[in-house]
């Protein structure tokens, strides 16, 4: 099967799987913002769950059949070519709903036991600067100087791309 040159960059934020994402998020409490979910960009249908109080995760990924079952849905055969999910009219949407809300958690969702993990150091970054160039504010290890000023990286890589 031959790939897209966008199909073969790493996914990042914008993938179909977004909505999982948010629901594992909602279910568990755990969030990209607080840094127990371990963000990796790799673009797979999965998340890696931490306890910060005892440096243990578990792993969480959608089961391939399920997920093959979503796709030759109808909700997801108009959202391929990029059509919202809130634009998809409720009758398109809702079997979809359905069929997941009705699957047994483990037809779904494959979590796996719980392993060491170590953290990145998650202290809170208070002490920010402002951008000399965009004068919006920035976390203080983030920033950069160019001739004697601060700027944030996007100025930066403004600069560097002149």
Not at 17 to 46: E, L, M, P, R, S
């Amino acid at each position: 099967m031959e790939m897209t040159k966008e199909e073969m960059l790493d996914l990042g934020d914008a993938h179909c799987a977004g909505c999982f994402g948010d629901g594992v998020q909602v279910a568990t409490g755990c969030t990209v913002g607080k840094g127990n979910i371990k963000k990796t960009h790799y673009g797979k249908i999965a998340m890696t769950l931490i306890s910060s109080k005892d440096n243990k995760a578990v792993r969480s990924y959608v089961v391939p059949a399920s997920f093959v079952k979503m796709e030759q849905s109808p909700f997801m055969q108009q959202r391929k070519p990029g059509v919202p999910a809130s634009q998809a009219s409720c009758d398109i949407s809702q079997p979809s709903i359905d069929m997941v809300m009705s699957m047994p958690d483990s037809a779904f969702i494959e979590v796996t036991d719980v392993f060491d993990y170590e953290l990145d150091s998650l202290v809170v970054q208070f002490k920010r600067v402002k951008c000399s160039k965009c004068q919006e504010m920035v976390i203080g290890k983030y920033a950069n100087i160019l001739d004697e000023e601060i700027v944030c990286r996007p100025c930066m890589e403004e600069v560097h791309k002149l």
